[in-house]
Nanobody, 119 residues
Framework: QVQLVESGGGLVQAGGSLRLSCAAS????????MGWYRQAPGKQRELVAA???????NYADSVKGRFTISRDNAKNTVYLQMNSLKPEDTAVYYC?????????????WGQGTQVTVSS
């Protein structure tokens, strides 16, 4: 079993910054992917940023140049530094990991953390 604990959401004014973190724990042999997704009211969940085990990263076009994903392998933790936030970034942000573990299940999601950007 794998557990994810997210933190760092909150309320910020447009132009401000927030940093999200997601720590994975449990019976993890290898983490293949760590990423952040978000879901705004009435919209589908979408990829924000992800990093794979080789170190490459992928960003949604809407956040390129403003958000940075990073990973601390020793702590099994992924971070999302969000700068120059816009009201349209308001959403619930979810951490996702793809792991090799003791069970057939390999994809896990965090509980979500609310990010609200006021104009």
């Amino acid at each position: 079993q794998v557990q994810l604990v997210e933190s760092g959401g909150g309320l910020v004014q447009a132009g401000g910054s927030l940093r999200l973190s997601c720590a994975a724990s449990g019976s993890i042999f290898r983490i293949n992917l760590m990423g952040w997704y978000r879901q705004a009211p009435g919209k589908q969940r979408e990829l924000v940023a992800a990093t794979i085990s080789g170190g490459s990263t992928n960003y949604a076009d809407s956040v390129k140049g403003r958000f940075t994903i990073s990973r601390d392998n020793a702590k099994n933790t992924v971070y999302l530094q969000m700068n120059s936030l816009k009201p349209e970034d308001t959403a619930v942000y979810y951490c996702k990991v793809v792991v090799v573990t003791t069970t057939p299940k390999y994809e896990y999601w965090g509980q979500g953390t609310q990010v609200t950007v006021s104009s």
